[in-house]
């Protein structure tokens, strides 16, 4: 029986008695409405070939076709409309055989938990102090200091799996690990649940599959290099789904609109220098500003330098890992109650305070997502949905995470130019100092004159500092205003937040 020889995928051979035909260049799998190859046909060990371009579905090609090879290799009309069939029959069993195995290849990747690995992900997701352990975890896995941001962005990640995720912006300077911060932390993910960008093109978030998105963490390792899809980006986080109007020709050439939809909700996390200029998508955020302190700088160091030496313990950080991909693959979608909300007050210095209080109670309620084996399941009366209840602890450890976002999102300073004031200030206290020039800070902070220039710009604007004439020398030199603001604002805040604690307390 004569069959189809596809070992090279460039040059499928069908050999029968009477030809010998090769199929140039393989079969397109895309449009199952034509099956047009590139052919040479001849009879078995001779020389003369014919070549040619042809659509097997194509009844008036093929005759021609066939009329041609007859006359031009002096056989019958019958013989070569016979083989053309089947070897017709063949392409297209073997297309579909491609395609099936395409379709298998594109399928997402799902972990089968072993037995073992189930019971440690619940083990763990059981026990006490579980964020505690969770960052100490996190820290093993080689995500190095940044103790609360480490620990909120894996919450924020892991908020992909609920119907009101969060999302976060990293900001820092160019050079101080926010690429990697974040990158470390998805780490700790499964491959399956992320989507990661480096640069897309304007419309290319409208042509995911309707549903390929759902529950995903999308990650942009530099929103420079995504602009063109923040907005499309912003309307997916809003209102989970973004919708694109296109006109579309069909085979008959028929023009059609057709909507091409793209349903959410997905988690979106990425880094940025320019704080100010991703305002919009900032509102939508939580903002973890990297910590640029020189203490980080040398525990960084301290790291790479044992890596260098092989002393760090790779096997342990494979584990730590390994086990919080599971841990999420364990964690199941359930709706969260918070009993305590209507008591819970966010301070009046917080700007934008209506989104900011949803991102607030959304936090909450991820705390106790994360500890969902640890609560009672508890079924509604008026529809039976199961849900669990967040409890005092899971407001308390909130608080605690929280309270560095909110202390941000009560700042009129950008978070660069809050750093540079709160080093200053440290500076002036060192040296018992109340005033300063911008040479001194130049010489001894090492800042740039037009960095320095934008930041007292906006110190000045916002009357954080000022400028005064110094008596003697009649020169001008800057003064603080208030060398406390900044902990009397933080003292403000968690004493709203304490306050709303202690009277659920009493109430409960």
């Keep these: 029986m004569n069959t189809l020889n596809t070992t090279n995928p460039n040059s499928y051979n069908y050999t029968t008695k009477h030809l010998e035909i090769h199929i140039l260049g393989g079969i397109n799998t895309n449009k199952l409405e034509s099956l047009r ?62 395609i099936e195995q395409e379709t298998q290849n594109n399928q997402p990747y799902f972990k089968e938990l072993t037995a073992t690995e189930l019971r440690a992900a619940e083990a763990f997701l059981k026990r006490k102090n579980l964020l505690e352990l969770t960052n100490e975890l996190i820290g093993k896995s080689g995500v190095i200091g940044e103790q609360n941001n480490r620990l909120l962005m894996y919450l924020i990640f892991t908020s992909r799996k609920t119907d009101n ?142 890596m260098s030496a092989g002393k760090v313990n790779e096997q342990e950080q494979i584990e730590a890992t390994q086990l919080l991909q599971n841990v999420q693959r364990v964690l199941k979608p359930i709706k969260v109650i918070n009993p305590y909300a209507e008591y819970l007050e966010l301070p009046q210095s917080v700007f934008k305070p209506r989104r900011t ?17 640890q609560r009672e399941r508890k079924y509604s009366e008026q529809t039976g949905e199961e849900y669990i209840e967040t409890t005092i602890e899971d407001i308390e450890e ?62 000045l604007s916002e009357a954080y500092i000022k400028r005064i004439k110094k008596s003697k020398t009649k020169s001008y030199c800057f003064e603080i205003v208030d060398i406390d603001e900044y902990t009397n604002l933080k003292e403000q805040i968690n004493s709203v937040l304490h306050k709303a604690i202690d009277k659920i307390k009493v109430i409960t």
């Excluded at 960095?451 to 110190?459: G, V």
């Design 37 to 98: 190859v590139t052919m040479s046909v001849q009879l078995p060990k001779q020389y003369t070939i014919i070549r040619h371009n042809i659509d097997l579905y194509n009844d008036n090609q093929i005759e021609r076709f066939v009329r041609k090879v007859a006359e031009r290799l002096e056989i019958g009309t019958t013989v070569v409309r016979r083989t053309l069939q089947d070897l017709t029959k063949e392409l297209e069993n073997y297309r579909f055989l491609l």
């Design 357 to 373: 209080n949803s991102h607030y109670l959304q936090f909450i309620e991820i705390i106790t997502f994360y500890k969902q084996q």
């Design 165 to 306: 995720p969060l999302h976060c912006i990293s900001l820092g300077s160019s050079g101080v690990g926010k690429t990697h911060l974040q990158s470390k932390v998805s780490e700790l993910f499964p491959q399956e649940d992320k989507v990661e960008i480096t640069v897309l093109s304007a419309n290319a978030f409208y042509y995911f599959n309707r549903t390929e998105l759902q529950h995903k963490l999308i990650l942009i390792e530099d929103l420079d290099g995504a602009e063109s899809v923040l907005y499309p980006l912003r309307e997916l986080q809003t209102k989970k789904r973004i919708t694109k109007t296109v006109v579309h020709k069909d085979a008959k050439g028929t023009t059609k609109t057709i909507h091409l939809t793209v349903e959410g909700p997905v988690s979106v996390a990425g880094c940025t220098t320019q704080e100010s200029i991703y305002e919009d998508n900032s509102n939508r955020s939580f903002l973890l500003y990297i910590d640029e302190s020189a203490e980080q700088d040398i525990r960084i160091m301290n790291y790479q330098r044992l």
């Design 398 to 459: 909130a608080n605690e995470l929280i309270i560095a976002v909110l202390l941000r999102k009560s700042d009129t300073l950008t978070g660069a130019c809050r750093n540079h004031l709160e080093t200053l200030k440290a500076y002036l206290k060192d040296n018992k100092q109340t005033t300063f020039t911008n040479s001194e800070i130049r010489r001894n902070l090492r800042v740039k004159e037009s960095t320095l220039r934008n930041y007292n710009n906006q110190l």
